[in-house]
C-alpha cells in the first residue's frame, strides 16, 4: 500500500472456481487457494471469520471479508444471499469496515450488484489480466477489453470501489502490450491494482500449451522488470498496487505443481527492491571512485536498500566497486534519498 495509508486487514474467503462459466488457461484455483472445489456456506465463513479475528494483528476499523477465487458475481443469488449474510452480524458490531468480492468483467447482473450493495459489500476486485483482446483470446478468458471497461464505469457509477487484477506474461502477451495494458487501466482509474504474473501450474490448460512448446513463460527477472515498471506507472497515477505475485499456498508449493514461470515466494518484495535500485542508481559515487563505503537511508528503506538476501548489497558494490560495510538507518531523511559516506 502506498501513501503510508493503513493496510487493510483482509480475512479471506476462498470459494475456489464456484461461479467461473469455463477454466481460464491459467487457472487452477485449488492449488493457489489450498482448498479442494465445493460449496462454501454460512457456517464455514463465520468459522473463518471467528478463527481470523483471534489474531492478534487484527484491526475492525481497517478490516474487511473477502470471497476471492471464484466468479462471485455469478453464484447464484441465494448462495450470494447466504455467504454475504453470513457477514452481516460481524458487520453490524463494527468489526468489518465491509465485504470485497472478485469476480469477471462479463458477469454483473443489475440485481446482484443491488444484493452486494445492501449487503456490504465495498470493493469488487475485477480478473481483467489484459486489455488486449488477442491475448484475452488466447488465455481463454471469454471476455473482450471492451467488456472490462463497460465493468470498471458501471461499477463505480454504483459506488463500488474497483480494483483491477493484472497478469503479465500470459499467451500473446510482451512487454510492450503489456505495458499498453497498464496505460489503459490507468485510464479507468481503478481504487487499486494488482499484478501477478502467470505461472504454469500442473494441470491447466497452460501446462499442455507449455509441454507442447506453445507457451514460453517470462523469467523471474523479466517478470520483475515489467512488474516494476508496470508498478510505478499506476502508482504515479494514484492506483496503488496492493500485491504483486501469487502468495504461497502448501498445495501449491508441493513439488512439481509449479511447472514454469517466475514464481518467488517474496516476488513483491523483489519488485518494490527493484523499484528502490532504480531510485536510487542516480546517487551512487560513480564506478572505481571510493573503495569501502557506508549508507545511510531512511530506516525505512533499510529492507529495500538490502534486498531480498543480501542482492541489493552486491547490486552496489556491482554499480560501484566499493566494498559496503555497513548501511544505517536514518529517520530524517526521506524516502528514496540515500548518503553514501566514505569509510
Ligand atoms: S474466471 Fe477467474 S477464477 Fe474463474 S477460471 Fe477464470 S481466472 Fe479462474
Known amino acids: 500500500m502506498s501513501g503510508g495509508r493503513r493496510k487493510t486487514f483482509i480475512v479471506p474467503v476462498f470459494i475456489p472456481n464456484q461461479g467461473c462459466p469455463h477454466r481460464c488457461v491459467f487457472c487452477e484455483q485449488e492449488k493457489i487457494t489450498a482448498q479442494q472445489q465445493g460449496p462454501v456456506d454460512a ?13 492478534r494483528r487484527f484491526d475492525p476499523a481497517h478490516a474487511e471479508v473477502a470471497f476471492y477465487g471464484g466468479t462471485f458475481t455469478n453464484l447464484n443469488l441465494q448462495v450470494m ?3 454475504l449474510g453470513s457477514v452481516s452480524p460481524f458487520l453490524k458490531k463494527g468489526i468489518f469496515t465491509g465485504i470485497r468480492v472478485s469476480t469477471r468483467p462479463d458477469s454483473l447482473d443489475p440485481e446482484k450488484l443491488a444484493l452486494m450493495k445492501r449487503r456490504g459489500v465495498r470493493t469488487v476486485e475485477l480478473g481483467v489480466q489484459s486489455m488486449d483482446d488477442h491475448v484475452l483470446a488466447l488465455s481463454g478468458r471469454g471476455h473482450s477489453a471492451r467488456d472490462s471497461e463497460k ?3 458501471l461499477l463505480k457509477n454504483l459506488g463500488f470501489l474497483v480494483g483491477i487484477q493484472l497478469m503479465p506474461g500470459l499467451p500473446g502477451d510482451s512487454r510492450e502490450v503489456f505495458l499498453s495494458t497498464v496505460e489503459k487501466v490507468i485510464g ?18 497452460l501446462a499442455r500449451m507449455y509441454e507442447k512448446g506453445d507457451y514460453v513463460p517470462l523469467g523471474l527477472a523479466e517478470a520483475v522488470e515489467i512488474c516494476a515498471e508496470s508498478c510505478r506507472m499506476l502508482e504515479k497515477a494514484g492506483i496503488p498496487v496492493i500485491r504483486m505475485g501469487l502468495m ?15 514464481w518467488h515466494t517474496a516476488f513483491g518484495f523483489l519488485v518494490r527492491c527493484r523499484m528502490y535500485q532504480e531510485a536510487i542508481a542516480s546517487q551512487l559515487p560513480s564506478r572505481g571512485r571510493l573503495e569501502k563505503v557506508s549508507i545511510r537511508v531512511r530506516d525505512r528503506d533499510v529492507p529495500l536498500l538490502r534486498g531480498y538476501r543480501n542482492e541489493g548489497i552486491q547490486w552496489v558494490s556491482m554499480m560501484t566497486g566499493a566494498e559496503v560495510l ?9 524516502p528514496g534519498r540515500i548518503e553514501v559516506l566514505e569509510t
Open 81 to 83: 444471499e447466504e455467504l
Open 326 to 334: 555497513a548501511v544505517e538507518g536514518d529517520c530524517s531523511l526521506p
Open 188 to 205: 479507468l482509474q481503478p481504487a487499486m491494482a494488482r499484478l501477478y504474473p502467470a505461472l504454469v501450474i500442473k494441470g491447466t490448460a
Open 151 to 153: 465493468a470498471v464505469g
Open 248 to 262: 504461497s499456498s502448501p498445495t501449491l508449493l508441493l513439488q512439481g505443481q509449479i511447472l514454469a514461470g517466475p
Open 43 to 55: 457456517r464455514r465463513v463465520t468459522r473463518i471469520i471467528e478463527t481470523a479475528i483471534c489474531s
